[in-house]
């Protein structure tokens, strides 16, 4: 068992334990605060996902039943009475007692009082018995109260595969109607549709949950850190109403635990040392969460410390990874990524190394990419900070894509990076080609963006042109900022998808965020338009030239305003 993912394990029960302690207090003495118990509940999902994640199966089982209680709760309405109150405080001082026992031993205890199962189980049954009493047009007499153990979040489970399979089904009858041509065959898919997509909907709400309720407890997690370590910082978090699919919701609270540890231990500097530097005694670390296309995105920013290269290459060295030469040789923009590696361990300020333990971008790069996401470190400036960005792809979600073909082959491109197409044949796009600090790029309306050929970057080969000036398909997309053309055979109509995970097989292949079926049943991979651009448009050279661009061109736009 890795000590570092443990330790975080542990760091969150004992939050999470205190907070539904002072949670419940407050549901006492306030029985219909539905706020309160719906943070009792997101309490209890997330430390049911950690308790699976770790294999600790007793804990799992305990915060099942847990969450099933709320859940029922939650379902009635019946007032909380102190009898729930005083068996959900048993059950937390049951799970307490466990998470000791792993703290102490690193292994779950042999026994347990389980007669607090049977108490909440006995808790669920009354409160299910006292929903039909009130629903008296459904009772049942003699209807026995239900002890099922299949949550709400099992049954979706099941049921989304399912409805993924309804939804591309519908898709592929929709397409029927053209070679039909029946108005009532139209109606009657088109009902049939609307009803699977608002079922699908419910399901996948079902499945979301708000990125604020897995991150309850980080501000807490980083203000005692900071103390710990004679500092102090602020967080901000913008987009905590995001919602995602619960499976992925683990992977970001783990990630920004460890990066919110990695700014307080290596970044975050002492209020004395920030006074001096000119800068506000706190600390302040950003989380910004948004929707991008196909992908959920993650922006974390401090204003520490930032990353030095020459510390990164000074390691490296240190353990004959690289030689003197080898390490000077490579640019501080390419040494960074580093941090990524394997088995990276952090350094404190004079070069040694902290305590012998991880500085956790590995982890962090495990386990988003385990989920079909990325991570990069987007910059870093010694003494201003550092930004990193996490990408995941947002399964389920049912989003816009365009089918673009390169020879033979078909992928689908998220129509949210689409700003332009443009047809032209081929000798007049040799005509319009320019070069912009050593990169072709494409001339349109007086401006140049970079131009890439997806043909060259995913090694497909030409197939035989069918003319000797044959028409290509100018895709002008735009991400982050950043706009470009990218060269397409062709590109056909827009169809709403769903976005699924890749496999394990081809998750680590930057192309790609994701997979899906097109409307005529084949399968598609989902270019990863920001990754493309970040791979092959990263140069800071052509960064830079295109913002002089827009800047001259934002300049001329207000001297023509002047002169109107």
């Known amino acids: 068992m890795d000590q570092e993912e443990l330790d975080i394990f542990l760091s969150e029960s004992y939050d999470t334990l205190n907070s539904l ?54 379902k009635s309405e019946s007032t909380v009475s102190n009898e729930i109150i005083t068996t959900i405080l048993k059950l937390n001082t049951t799970l307490r007692e466990i998470v000791f026992t792993i703290d102490e031993t690193k292994k779950e205890p042999s026994h347990f009082n389980s007669s607090i199962v049977s108490d909440v189980e006995e808790v669920i049954i009354q409160a299910e018995q006292d929903e039909q009493d009130d629903e008296a047009d459904l009772l049942l007499t003699g209807a026995p109260g239900s002890t099922t153990n299949t949550t709400e979040s ?32 139209y109606q009657t898919v088109t009902r049939l549709s609307s009803l699977i997509k608002d079922m699908y909907e419910t399901v996948r709400e079902a499945r979301n949950q708000a990125i604020g309720s897995m991150v309850l407890n980080l501000d807490r997690v980083m203000k005692d850190l900071a103390r710990e370590r004679g500092k ?4 901000k978090i913008t987009g905590r109403e995001k919602e995602i699919d619960s499976k992925l919701l683990e992977t970001i609270r783990i990630c920004l635990i460890q990066l919110v540890k990695n700014s307080i231990d290596h970044g975050i500097e002492s209020p004395e040392e920030r006074i001096s530097l000119d800068k506000e005694p706190d600390g302040f670390i950003s989380v910004e969460c948004s929707y991008l296309g196909e992908l959920f995105q993650l922006v974390y920013t401090d204003d520490g410390d930032g990353i030095d290269p020459a510390k990164i290459k000074m390691k490296f060295i240190s353990k004959n990874i690289l030689l003197t030469d080898e390490a000077e040789k490579i640019p501080d923009e390419e040494i960074t990524d580093y941090i990524f590696k394997d088995g990276y361990f952090g350094m404190n300020e004079i070069g040694t190394f902290v305590g012998g333990r991880p500085s956790g971008f590995d982890i962090i790069k495990a386990r988003v990419e385990m989920m079909g996401g990325r991570v990069y470190l987007q910059n870093s400036i010694r003494q201003k900070g550092v930004e990193i960005h996490i990408t995941l792809p947002l399964i389920n979600a049912i989003v816009p894509v365009l089918s673009v073909g390169f020879s033979n ?8 990076h689409l700003l332009e197409i443009i047809r032209i044949d ?29 043909k060259q970057i995913l090694k497909i080969e030409d197939s035989e042109p069918t003319s000797s000036n044959p028409v290509v398909n100018l895709l002008i997309l735009e991400n982050t900022g950043m706009k470009f053309a990218l060269v397409a055979d062709s590109v056909e109509d827009e169809e709403q998808v769903i976005v699924r995970s890749l496999s394990p097989q081809i998750s680590g292949i930057y192309l ?13 991979l989902i270019l990863d338009v920001g990754e493309i651009k970040r791979r092959h448009l990263g140069n800071r050279d052509l960064q830079m030239a295109l913002s002089e661009q827009e800047t001259s061109d934002y300049s001329m736009n207000l001297e023509i305003g002047a002169d109107l």
């Open 21 to 74: 302690d002072t949670e419940l207090i407050m549901l006492s003495k306030n029985p219909e605060a539905t706020d309160v118990l719906e943070n009792i509940h997101n309490n209890y999902h997330s430390f049911l996902e950690s308790s699976k994640f770790m294999k600790f199966g007793k804990l799992e089982s305990l915060t099942h039943v847990g969450e099933r209680l709320i859940d029922q709760i939650r």
């Open 154 to 185: 099992e049954i979706m489970d099941k049921l989304m595969p399912v409805l993924v399979e309804l939804f591309n089904t519908k898709e592929t009858l929709l397409e029927f109607n053209s070679e039909f041509k029946n108005l009532s065959y």
């Open 232 to 235: 102090s910082a602020t967080l």
């Open 409 to 416: 082959e078909r992928y689908a491109i998220a129509k949210v």
């Open 426 to 454: 081929s000798e007049s796009l040799v005509k319009r080609i320019d070069t912009l600090v050593g990169f072709p790029v494409f001339v349109h309306k007086e401006k140049k963006y970079p131009l890439l050929y997806m």
């Open 512 to 524: 790609f965020s994701g997979m899906t079926l097109l409307q005529d049943g084949s399968p598609s």
